[in-house]
């Protein structure tokens, strides 16, 4: 059973940086790409960013120039870095990976972990 583990949310303040980890567990044998989301209070869920097998990343337009996607294939784990914070950027944040298992690829979702910034 795939399982997922995001961390490094909590509370920032506006300017600060956070960097936020999804590693992945349990029957992968491989990972394409990651997508990150995030949810703010009484929002839909919007998408953030995405990084491909081939390290291409893309940015939501909000994000862009501030946020850094990467990955680490070897631990299977997959970074946000988050830098230039701004209240605006608070929300449940998501990793959402593609993953290969024996049963063939499958998108999973991240638990979320929460990204406050505040003054």
């Known amino acids: 059973q795939v399982q997922l583990v995001e961390s490094g949310g909590g509370l920032a303040q506006p300017g600060g940086s956070l960097r936020l980890s999804c590693a992945a567990s349990?029957?992968?044998?491989?990972?394409?790409?990651v997508d990150w989301y995030r949810q703010a209070p009484g929002m839909q869920r919007e998408w953030v960013a995405f990084i491909t097998t081939g390290d291409t990343t893309n940015y939501a337009a909000s994000v862009k120039g501030r946020f850094t996607v990467s990955r680490d294939n070897a631990q299977n784990t997959v970074y946000l870095q988050m830098n230039s914070l701004k209240p605006e950027d608070t929300a449940v944040y998501y990793c959402?990976?593609?993953?290969?298992?024996?049963?063939?690829?499958?998108?999973?979702w991240g638990q979320g972990t929460q990204v406050t910034v505040s003054s």
């Open positions: 959402r990976p593609n993953v290969r298992t024996k049963s063939g690829w499958t998108y999973a």
């Open positions: 349990g029957g992968i044998s491989s990972i394409g790409t």
